[in-house]
């Protein structure tokens, strides 16, 4: 019922989550979620939140900073002590994510309506906190309440723990500690040995180091065994058992009714052992101090009388205060009371429904009886009968505690679900025409606190709300029926058929390609399907032609190339269907391209472009000389040498299929023109018109010509001959080209002509920086050959200049000459090859 229970609160908790706008169920207290089993229970991660969760109206509990958006639980106590924790985001894995949880505890008086905390220790850490109470009464509904600081939201765990409170043994036989069921426990911090530490003198034990003594009586006879465990496992345990006869105490306890002892030093042996007892497999009665061989810490069992009352000290030789956990066997039992409750119910799961509840008690002094929440009798301390009626529905916890005279008290429970016959369930199923490996669905309504029965064909049961069910043939055709049970009431049965169960068709082909890369291809596609009544081919918006063939295949063939996607989908006369899909790469052969080039010859340092046009889903593969290879559509190949020229061919490829090579010859690789040529005159000559020039060809790797006079006149002989008949200043262009387009040019000048002759030579020139007359600068023109001296009074020369252009700036040697009368004398050639002399004075002034 738990397990229903809990998962219902975790789907309709993660349902409101993801909503984002309702509260959570248990948002006020008397809508609290019933923990049913608080022994050791704790929930899954993330099984609780408070998101979206608003604040009670009942104050902050001690220790809270406010109260948060808080959520409540419920428990009914059936022992003395209860630990709470409440864990959330521990790490960064976690599920969980509430920060900084707050826990409290408190009684409600549903009369009243009046809420009383129950103030407890409570601890954190790590976004963990714990929360501890005594002194529960059983019987009594507790709730829990669970926020967080800072108003902080999110999904936590919660666990419950409701227990008795491990025995405190007395250290000196004198304070024993009563035992009265074999229920195994932990001690802890046991310490010190008590007012005489000299009880088990005689024993193998000698004197007590840390004691605990425990005492009980045998209330039937049979062999009896016990295991003690240290808490730590290098503490060594030493102990002794007594039988001190019918009616028997600490007066009968010495070395003479000390039946079993054990104190080997396991813990410090070789092979060491930490575990001590009894056992039904050992031999020897006592076992002495130190590393005995043989001994192991076990000695024999013993074989109880009732009515005998035996006495245990345990002793902790180790220092410490540490612990240890004590397990009994054996057929032998311990006198204690016994707790039964005998229960009758009178109109079951109807709105007269009671119970009757009556103890079967036994070695009892008192009873002390709780019905639970709602009862017309809270409690009572006979034994019954009791008819017990109840205001509300749902789980309740009937406690019955016995106490014996002396001191030994049990609890026992009886724990049952109030309520009415449920309505008939509405039942659904995923589909009722089903196929072989299919899965049926099954499906009813959350019913809270519901068990479900569920029955149906092949010995089909289940108790899940929406059980599964693999269908594996026609053994599964039937009516699936459910009832579902609350506590005791059970619904009328609803029922749904399965009509049919048939194999799974399997959709199957193939595909066959006919006249593969060719214009005329076609495809069949074989149909190799089974199980089938229905036949559905789907092949897409690009077909061309359809022919049908035998057994539901057929041949096409398709508008374009590329990848196509074939889908079959067979299906059963019960709808059951299969579905295949398969790609298919329509290939064709790629027409022949024709190559494209930039140009129909090339130089050396040129660029060859080559293309074709690009298609999609098609592959290229160049080749050419010079190893050449590429692959796209459009190819540059740099020419920086002369093994370029050539063939050069090209394949398409789409898929699988190739075209025919396409080729393309570049011719042969020509050099570069070398433009050059020399003038006839050289330039630095002052001209005047008419002038004729000599340019003889210098070029190299050229086959035509081109000169441009830079005067509107050309030529393309080799040499040239050209006279220029007016002044200007030229530039002079030869264009070398070669048979391929390959050229070059190459431009000298300038050529300055003037446009009368001259004869001049200044008398006076002022070399003093302002611009005006600084140079003595010789004006004859038409001079080939040209050489100046110029010469001081005492016949020292001071100037020579072979260029025109050179004019003397009145230094000698970088310094500057004093103002006086200078000397020159020019000697030359003409065009016409005469010699020219011309000598005179020139004053330089300062």
């Not at 709602?374 to 109840?390: K, L, Q």
């Not at 890369?517 to 089974?530: A, P």
């Not at 004006?779 to 005492?794: A, D, E, F, H, S």
Request: aromatic share 10%; charged share 15%.
């Amino acid at each position: 019922m738990r397990f229903s229970f809990t998962l219902f609160i975790f789907v309709f908790t993660c349902f409101i989550s993801r909503a984002g706008f309702a509260p959570p169920i248990n948002d006020e207290l008397i809508n609290a979620i019933n923990i049913a089993n608080t022994s050791a229970y704790c929930s899954d991660d993330a099984a609780y939140n408070n998101l979206e969760a608003t604040a009670s109206t009942y104050g902050a509990a001690t220790g809270w900073p406010a109260v948060g958006k808080d959520v409540w639980f419920k428990f009914t106590a059936t022992k003395y002590d209860v630990n709470i924790s409440v864990s959330g985001n521990v790490n960064a894995a976690s599920t969980n994510t509430l920060v900084a949880p707050l826990v409290s505890l408190y009684t409600y008086d549903p009369i009243t309506r009046n809420v009383g905390e129950m103030v407890g220790s409570s601890t954190s850490s790590n976004n963990v906190t714990s929360f501890y109470k005594g002194a529960l009464i059983l019987g009594e509904v507790y709730y829990i309440r669970v926020s967080a600081t800072n108003n902080n939201t999110g999904t936590f765990k919660l666990c419950v723990d409701n227990y008795f409170p491990i025995i405190q043994p007395g250290q000196d036989c004198g304070t024993v500690s009563v035992l009265c069921t074999k229920e195994t426990f932990t001690q802890l911090n046991v310490t010190g040995t008590g007012t005489n530490r000299n009880e088990s003198a005689g024993t193998c034990l000698g004197t007590e180091s840390n004691s605990a003594w425990y005492m009980f009586t045998a209330s039937k006879s049979g062999d009896f065994t016990f295991v003690i465990t240290p808490t730590v496992t290098t503490n060594d345990i030493d102990w002794v058992f007594y039988d001190l006869g019918i009616g028997g105490n600490c007066g009968n306890v010495n070395s003479t009714t000390a039946i079993r002892c054990a104190s080997g030093s396991g813990v410090t042996c070789n092979p060491v052992y930490y575990k001590t007892g009894l056992s039904l497999t050992e031999t020897d009665l006592n076992e002495a101090s130190g590393c005995v061989p043989g001994q192991n810490g076990f000695v024999k069992y013993v074989d109880m009388i009732a009515g005998h009352t035996y006495a245990l000290l345990i002793d902790n030789f180790s220092s410490g205060n540490n612990g240890f956990t004590l397990e009994f066997g054996g057929t032998a039992d311990f006198a204690g009371p016994t707790a039964s409750i005998k229960v009758d119910k009178l109109n079951p799961c109807t709105d007269s429904q009671a119970y009757v509840f009556e103890s079967n008690s036994t070695n009892y002094a008192s009873l002390k009886w709780s019905f639970g929440e709602g009862a017309n009798i809270a409690s009572a301390t006979t034994e019954g009968p009791f008819t017990i009626t109840y205001s509300t529905p749902g789980e309740k916890v009937v406690v019955l505690e016995a106490k014996a005279t002396n001191g030994c008290n049990v609890v026992t429970t009886q724990n049952f679900i109030v309520a009415k016959t449920p309505a008939q369930p509405n039942v659904t199923a995923s589909k009722v025409n089903l196929c072989i490996d299919d899965v049926l669905n099954l499906s009813t309504d959350f019913l809270n606190l519901a068990s479900y029965h569920w029955s149906g064909p092949n010995g089909f049961t289940s108790t899940l709300q929406n059980p599964v069910i693999p269908i594996t043939g026609p053994e599964n055709i039937g009516t699936y029926k459910l009832f579902v049970q609350v506590g005791d009431c059970i619904s009328p049965e609803a029922s749904v058929d399965v009509v049919s169960v048939v194999a799974r068709p399997e959709a199957l082909f193939s595909i066959q390609t006919n006249n593969k890369c060719e214009s005329n291809q076609s495809f069949s596609f074989i149909n190799n399907s089974k199980n089938y009544t229905k036949l559905n081919w789907d092949f897409g918006t690009d077909v061309k032609t359809t022919t049908s063939l035998s057994n539901d295949s057929k041949e096409l063939t398709f508008t374009t190339a590329g990848l196509k996607t074939i889908t079959l989908t067979v299906e059963t006369n019960n709808g059951c269907t299969s579905t295949l899909s398969q790609t298919l790469l329509v290939e064709l052969k790629p027409a022949t391209p024709e190559i494209t080039t930039n140009q129909p010859a090339f130089c050396l340092n040129d660029v060859i472009k080559l293309s074709v046009p690009q298609q999609a889903n098609t592959s290229y593969l160049w080749t050419g000389p010079d190893n050449f290879t590429a692959t796209t559509s459009a190819v540059e190949i740099p020419v920086n040498n002369l093994n370029k020229g050539g063939t050069y061919q090209v394949t398409l490829t789409s898929g699988t299929c190739a075209s025919d090579p396409a080729t393309l010859i570049i011719p042969a690789i020509a050099k570069i023109p070398v433009a050059g040529f020399n003038p006839e005159p050289l330039f630095d000559i002052k001209f005047s018109a008419p002038v004729p020039m000599v340019f003889n060809n210098t070029s190299l790797y050229a086959d035509y010509y081109l000169w441009d006079f830079g005067d509107g006149s050309t030529s393309t002989d080799v040499n040239a001959i050209h006279t220029y008949e007016s002044e200007g200043t030229f530039k002079i262009t030869l264009t070398a080209s070669s048979n391929n387009g390959c050229s070059t040019s190459v431009t000298k000048g300038d050529l300055i002509i003037k446009g009368s002759a001259s004869a001049f030579a200044p008398n006076a020139f002022s070399p003093n920086g302002d611009g005006v007359n600084d140079e003595f600068v010789i004006g004859i023109t038409n001079l080939k050959k040209y050489r100046i001296q110029i010469y001081n009074r005492y016949g020292d020369q001071v100037f020579f200049a072979n260029s025109i252009f050179d004019n003397w700036k009145g230094t000698f040697k970088g310094n500057d000459l004093p103002t006086g009368v200078y000397y020159y004398l020019i000697l030359g050639t003409n065009l016409k090859n005469e010699s020219v002399k011309q000598s005179g004075s020139v004053t330089l002034l300062r």
